[in-house]
């Protein structure tokens, strides 16, 4: 037994509700009526029009769902939304999420569930939401199932889909991207964080031409179209040359610091074949620089590639042509946005075949440490700037210009001590020494870096 029944309830309520019941019904014996009198369409078009009178209208918005998963594999969508609108929490957001992986160099910011927040976009008003449910297919361990709901006025579904969506997963792209840990490999090791601290600001070399170099690199990432466009593959080869010690090394650190590009270092004496070498090259990353370090005295390729005729044995082996097949010809079929650096003590001692116009296009030679490279150093390791310039800082100019000097030896003078006074004692000391010791003076030294454009592009850019 209910313990209310009609007789209990106020006259008004019973009366309505019995109202409602009595139109129900008659509702439903039109609707049986129509179905056996009219044809289909009919009875759909007028049922429309009811719908439209009588039922209360619906919501203008329209929510579209992003799940974590689709099925067993994550979705893309997802990943990239969280990214994104970590971009967009504000002072409204009233609970948050803080996490961090070891590997991690930052803090991962996050909303916590049903925390909403507002996105604008070309006008339109979006709302994002964390959703965090129970899933009740779920098994045994987490079975939590997290999603978005992304909310907005539904007349914009076509724009939201085509491009707000392509505009989050882009935006995510490249915050991924700036976030980047970036990796070094070779074939030794697996692929260990690259934590090298070199930086374009901590580079002894002339401020004119370490500009040119980052135009270089700016010019070459924005250029997919053009390379496209004549048909070369998106890549480009720098060969760095000049004696131990002026920051080859260094500067390829650099160049991979500035365009969050990984850096794999082959070392060609252990590869055996042109097999083995295409392999590697097929297993590295596009955004990625390839190093090849020590070109003239790591392998004799030239000796190998005319053993070819003679012993069958050598045909497979790494030779001259296969690495240069390599730079050339499967570059242009792999791969995308690749850079490939060479390095040198020995220019000279190079196959010219190496050297060719089209292979490497940018030639710079790193060379003995010079006054504006002493003052970079001077600035970053005992923090002397020009309005704060020491006394010494004339002296051991003059004696930079009248020395060979590498940066690296500059720079091991000047961590000898946090004073200054004493660190730029010793290098005037060691400079001296340097000077009686050998009294070559400068040659062809006299810049630190030298650009030698050899694609025909960047020449006909220069005049
Ligand atoms: N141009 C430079 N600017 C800043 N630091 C430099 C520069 N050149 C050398 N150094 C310092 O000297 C160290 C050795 O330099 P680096 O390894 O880059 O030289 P390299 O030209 O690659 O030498 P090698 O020919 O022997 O490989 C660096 O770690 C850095 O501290
Ligand atoms: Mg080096």
New binding site residues.
Partial sequence: MYPLSFKDMPTSASSLFSAYASLAAFIMLVRSIMDQLLPHELRSYIFSIFNKFFYTPRSLDMTIIIDEKCGYISNQVYEAAEVYIRTKISDLNERLRVSKTPGQKTLNIAVDKDQEIIDFFDGIKLRWCFVCAEDKKGGSGNNEKHQFELTFNKKHRAKVIDSYMQHVLARADAIRQEEKVLKLDSQYSGPIDLEHPSTFD????DPELKRTIIEDLDRFVRRKEFYRKIGKAWKRGYLLY?P???????LIAAMANYLKFDVYDLELTSIYDNSELRRIMLSTSNRSILVI?DIDCTVDLQNRESEEGNNEQSNTRLTLSGLLNFIDGLWSSCGDERIIVF?T?NKDKLDPALLRPGRMDVHIH?SYCTPS?FR??ASNYLGIHESNAHRLCGEIEGLIESTEV???EV?EELMKSDDADVALEGLVCFLKRKKSESSKIKGEGTNNIEIEETDEDAKKKQT
């Fill in positions: 901590t580079l002894a070399m000049g131990p010690g002026t920051g080859k090394s260094s370090e390095t003590n790193m490279g970079v150093l590498t940066p690296a720079a």
